[in-house]
């Protein structure tokens, strides 16, 4: 397993991969729409009149947007309003758990918090215990030598 500045190192190269995907898929598969330049500022009665004409009816819109859809090549065509909002959801929902990735890994990492001192006090606590546990290692294979000899004494005394 990497040490916690590379799994850090790679958590971010992770992120940085599924934001420009995220991107991508955002900008390739949005439902594009023509900008309309805004209202002059006219009188009310105007403005009424100038809503409607810039209204179209639903159907109408609905045509132009199937015809849209057709005009686009199959891998950038857009998804329907709730497929892309699922989509979107997904990719936010990803983001966020990488993120809490890279901040788990970064409360691990030794800080301010851990000085130097603490470290390397931590490092000869840690050697002792080695010393000891390679001492039981030491004894316990002594103990199997004397077992192996005892067992291989009554093997070799059957035979006879």
Same mark, same amino acid.
């Given at each position: ?5 590379? /799994?850090? +190192?790679?958590?971010? $190269?992770?992120? =940085? ?6 991107? &991508?898929?955002? #900008? ?31 159907? /109408?819109? +609905?045509?132009?947007? $199937?015809?849209? =859809? ?6 950038? &065509?857009?998804? #329907? ?80």
């Amino acid at each position: 397993m990497a040490d916690r500045l590379t /799994q850090l +190192q790679d958590c971010y $190269d992770q992120l =940085a991969t599924q934001f420009y995907s995220s991107i &991508r898929y955002i #900008s390739a598969h949005h439902s594009s729409a023509p900008l309309l330049a805004p209202p002059l500022p006219t009188t009310h009665n105007n403005q009424n009149n100038s809503a409607s004409n810039h209204q179209s009816p639903p159907s /109408q819109q +609905q045509e132009q947007s $199937d015809a849209d =859809a057709a005009s686009y090549p199959p891998e950038q &065509r857009p998804d #329907s309003p709730a497929v892309f909002a699922a989509a979107q959801r997904e990719l936010a929902q990803d983001l966020l758990i990488k993120t809490k990735q890279i901040e788990y890994i970064i409360s691990v990492l030794p800080g301010v918090e851990n000085s130097q001192e603490k470290q390397e006090g931590r490092i000869k606590e840690l050697e002792i215990e080695l010393q000891g546990a390679l001492e039981e290692r030491k004894k316990a294979e002594q103990q199997r030598q004397i077992w192996l000899a005892k067992v291989e004494g009554i093997i070799g005394g059957v035979r006879r």
